[in-house]
């Protein structure tokens, strides 16, 4: 169900999975891994990379209720092993959007 609801509420649709669901000081976190087949090498286009560890993201999204939610992700940090080139794997998540006046009111009829 949580990978249904990420995709429809926040817009999360390709490059990840859903991990788990924490509720740490009454937020909501979504924790998301990135999928094995975003591992490609920026530099050469090989899918010949070794993972050397990670870091995580967490990013504030739309409330849920009066629940503050984040999405959590991890970003890999990898090294190709043809060219050698360091990188991190970053699947795009979605956009931030601009509401404008004319936006608002568009929004504001449905």
Same mark, same amino acid.
């Given at each position: 169900m949580s990978q249904s609801l990420l995709y429809h509420a926040f817009g999360v649709r390709e490059g990840y999975d859903y991990v788990r669901t924490e509720y740490p000081a009454g937020? %909501?976190?979504?924790?998301?891994? %990135?999928?094995? @087949?975003q591992f490609v090498c920026p530099d050469c286009g090989s899918r010949h990379v070794?993972? $050397?560890g990670a870091r995580e993201r967490a990013l504030q999204t739309v409330p849920i209720g009066? $629940? +503050? %939610?984040?999405? /959590? +992700?991890? /970003? =890999? !940090?990898?090294?190709? $092993? @043809?060219?050698?080139? !360091?990188?991190? %794997?970053?699947? =795009?998540l979605p956009r931030r959007m601009c509401t404008t006046r004319t936006n608002w009111r568009t929004m504001r009829r449905r």
């Open positions: 937020a %909501v976190e979504f924790h998301l891994a %990135v999928r094995a @087949d070794i993972r $050397k009066f $629940k +503050t %939610v984040f999405l /959590v +992700t991890e /970003v =890999p !940090k990898c090294e190709c $092993k @043809d060219c050698g080139a !360091k990188f991190e %794997v970053a699947p =795009p």
